[in-house]
């Protein structure tokens, strides 16, 4: 297997001449290493050196330390750059002028997961917005989109479920990396920033992570594996619900219960059809944090078998239609707040759309549920060929 070079490895082999005397900002966060796990803002200052003049960091902190929503981090200081490091996510989300007013470039250099709800994506189109707004330069340092190229699956967001969770009308797994996605803001989102894109090398659009061979590191807490991150765009859908997504385990969103669910109901609410590609394996849990912390959980783990039949937004749903049908007196949706939004129910935020939330909750056919957003899907499609980077 040949190692896919990351947009990184790419901007060290061959330094932008542009950037000589630049003062240079980076947005990163543990898992922006290259191919040794040397950190992106150490390789940068050794290519640069004296001119990265500030840090910012993404969701869950520069050390991707803060476990969950709304857990905020502090601005800080490098101890190896001795460079202020400002979050983007604590006093406030959205870079400000005096943030940049000591840099002349943004890099971005951060690890997405494929799916709508990772609020990295949004953090990058707030930083395009402020670059725009200040005359700063954006530049874009490309890695793999974990769940592929290919696979384009679930409704796209509402305007009425805008939030920190979803910005704009893209669907829940959107088949975009990084860099193609800032495109796709700049061009047909209309923020139209000055902004660059370092391609990978050797990236192929039906590669999942495991066919790159790029070493994984976490983005994120409860991001631990690529494992995670495949079955994450249908599995994030219980942080709207009072089913444990599994954090406060070692197996986050590979593993979902509540001490109420009878897993033999739910199997016998399902068919081969609703859940291709995946075996579910009963098993019991106990968190250590979070929902139904101390308490033990049945619920299942999900087995991927077959990467490309899988469809984790639908089968999500139909998993959470079980749990409706056989625990409705039980189960609950998680209330406000989430991600900064004090009156919509979480649960719209995630899914993107309360019309559909309404319909999963009257059990209606998900083939037909399904195929109400087929159109708009189409269009999304077609709308993102238009930036796709790779073959």
């Given at each position: 297997m040949e190692t896919v070079r990351i947009g990184l490895e790419q901007f060290l082999a061959d330094p932008p001449a542009w950037l000589a005397g630049k003062r240079i900002g980076l947005l990163c966060n543990p898992a922006s290493v290259d191919n040794r796990f040397c950190h992106a803002r150490v390789r940068i200052d050794r290519v640069f050196p004296g001119q990265l003049k500030a840090l910012f960091s993404p969701q869950h902190g520069f050390y991707a330390e803060k476990q969950d929503n709304m857990i905020e981090s502090s601005h800080d200081m490098d101890p190896y750059l001795h460079i202020p490091i400002y979050s983007l996510y604590g006093a406030t989300r959205i870079p400000s002028s005096d943030m940049l007013d000591t840099i002349d470039v943004l890099i971005v250099d951060l690890q997405d997961v494929g799916t709508r709800v990772y609020t990295f994506i949004y953090t990058l189109s707030y930083c395009m917005e402020a670059a725009r707004a200040n005359g700063k330069k954006v530049l874009i340092l490309d890695r793999p989109n974990p769940v592929n190229g290919v696979s384009v699956e679930g409704n796209c967001l509402t305007a009425g479920s805008q939030s920190f969770v979803g910005?704009?009308?893209?669907?829940?797994?959107?088949?975009?990396?990084?860099?193609?996605?800032?495109?796709?803001?700049?061009?047909?989102?209309?923020?139209?920033?000055?902004?660059?894109?370092?391609?990978?090398?050797?990236?192929?659009?039906?590669?999942?992570?495991?066919?790159?061979?790029?070493?994984?590191?976490?983005?994120?807490?409860?991001?631990?594996?690529?494992?995670?991150?495949?079955?994450?765009?249908?599995?994030?859908?219980?942080?709207?619900?009072?089913?444990?997504?599994?954090?406060?385990?070692?197996?986050?969103?590979?593993?979902?219960?509540?001490?109420?669910?009878?897993?033999?109901?739910?199997?016998?609410?399902?068919?081969?059809?609703?859940?291709?590609?995946?075996?579910?394996?009963e098993i019991a849990f106990e968190p250590t944090s979070g929902k139904w912390q101390g308490k033990m959980c049945r619920g299942f783990q999900i087995h991927v078998v077959d990467p490309m039949r899988y469809r984790p937004y639908r089968t999500s749903l139909k998993l959470l239609q079980a749990i409706l049908f056989h625990h409705k007196d039980a189960f609950l949706w998680k209330q406000p707040p989430y991600e900064y939004e004090f009156e919509k129910l979480p649960i719209d935020m995630i899914i993107g759309d309360s019309r559909i939330r309404l319909r999963i909750e009257n059990l209606e056919f998900l083939d037909d549920i399904e195929a109400s957003w087929q159109p708009e899907l189409e269009v999304f499609k077609r709308l993102s060929r238009k930036y796709h980077l790779y073959s």
């Open positions: 910005r704009f009308p893209i669907p829940m797994r959107h088949g975009l990396t990084i860099g193609e996605m800032a495109l796709l803001f700049n061009g047909d989102y209309e923020i139209g920033c000055d902004l660059e894109v370092i391609p990978m090398k050797g990236w192929r659009r039906r590669m999942f992570f495991s066919d790159t061979g790029v070493a994984w590191v976490a983005p994120s807490p409860n991001m631990p594996t690529p494992a995670t991150a495949m079955v994450y765009p249908g599995q994030v859908i219980w942080e709207g619900t009072c089913i444990s997504e599994g954090r406060g385990t070692t197996q986050p969103f590979e593993i979902f219960g509540a001490p109420f669910l009878d897993p033999h109901q739910i199997i016998s609410f399902l068919n081969d059809d609703d859940i291709p590609g995946v075996v579910l394996r």
